[in-house]
């Protein structure tokens, strides 16, 4: 099947695009991969990271860029949304607190939509709030599986360390206890889309006279079915 769009310019930038999908490469690898004269293959990828397309790794290697992230992110966002009001009402149901969902952008994370608990003591986070990626357990969660120099950067202004993530990663939710406020606690665990890229973290938040200075034992299991409900309607 003629792959070509007859639009010869584009069609080269998809080749290198397609190149970078299975990770890393040198501007050799990418004349390789793409067949493309040098000169083309450097012309192309450097005028792709101008616009965000393609980035560059350690030893000046070509990735993909974060743009592509954004676009992809946009393009899921009216699913997820859709589908977040219902499982976030669930696990506030399920667990008696207040549930969010946060996507990050750049040093800081949004909640995109949220469950209140109707009464009593509640931690309160509302839609549009913009918090910090150095404390809480979303933050956690949102920089757990990010690439290292994403990481390294935003873990030298965190409450927590790369050994924290490290351990995010392994159990696969992350817990706070008066990380982001004092006498809060949190519970997280993350959205992944069909790439298994991380794209969000479901949450719930409360009182630590609720919550204990352990609220993963009681909470984790509930946050962690809702976020993967939410990473289902992404794949489907």
Known sequence: ??????????DKAALVLSALEPGPATLAGLVTATGLARPTAHRLAVALEHHGFVGRALQGRFVLGPRLGELAAAAGEDRLLATAAPVLARLRDITG?????????????????AAER???????????????MGAGS???VLLAWEEPEVMNALLMKA????????AVRKRGWAQSVGEREAGVGSVSAPVRGPSGKVVASVSVSG???RLTRQP???????VVAAAERLSQSLRR
């Open 1 to 10: 099947m003629d792959k070509s769009s007859g639009v010869g310019v584009l």
């Open 97 to 113: 607190e207040s549930a969010q969902l946060f996507r990050r952008q750049g040093e800081y994370r949004v909640c995109v939509a």
């Open 118 to 132: 109707p009464t009593g003591l509640r931690d309160s986070v509302p839609v549009g709030a913009q918090l910090t």
């Open 138 to 140: 979303a933050a956690q």
């Open 159 to 166: 409450d927590f360390t790369s050994v924290s993530l490290a």
């Open 207 to 209: 009182p630590l006279e």
């Open 216 to 222: 993963g034992r009681m909470h984790a299991p509930a």
